[in-house]
């Protein structure tokens, strides 16, 4: 069974930075894409940024050139570096780690989500 484990989450002032790291148990790891997502109170899940087991990433307009997202394979984890912080950042952070290997061969999986909150 495939675990996500986030952290790295805290209280930070406007324009100040934090390392978010998504840790995943299980057999592999390399064939996921592993991706973040975020949830403000009161809104639902949106999309922050991707990286595909090639290396290629993806990010949402509102955090390009802001944050930057990176996989080790060998240590099975992802990071998220958000620099520049706003406080319409903040939110709870997840992590997911997607898998399509063809019909009845999908995977998704969730952490349980870390806490950023980016206040003066």
């Known amino acids: 069974q495939v675990q996500l484990v986030e952290s790295g989450g805290g209280l930070v002032q406007p324009g100040g930075s934090l390392r978010l790291s998504c840790v995943l148990s299980?057999?592999?790891?390399?064939?996921?894409?592993m991706s973040w997502h975020r949830q403000a109170p009161g809104k639902g899940r949106l999309f922050v940024a991707a990286?595909?087991?090639?290396?290629?990433?993806t990010y949402s307009d509102s955090v390009k050139g802001r944050f930057f997202i990176s996989r080790d394979d060998a240590n099975k984890t992802t990071h998220l570096q958000m620099n520049s912080l706003k406080p319409d950042d903040t939110a709870v952070y997840y992590c997911r780690a997607y898998y399509y290997g063809g019909i009845g061969a999908e995977r998704s999986y969730w952490g349980q989500g870390t806490q950023v909150t980016v206040s003066s």
């Open positions: 990286v595909r087991n090639d290396g290629s990433t």
């Open positions: 299980g057999n592999m790891f390399s064939p996921y894409t």
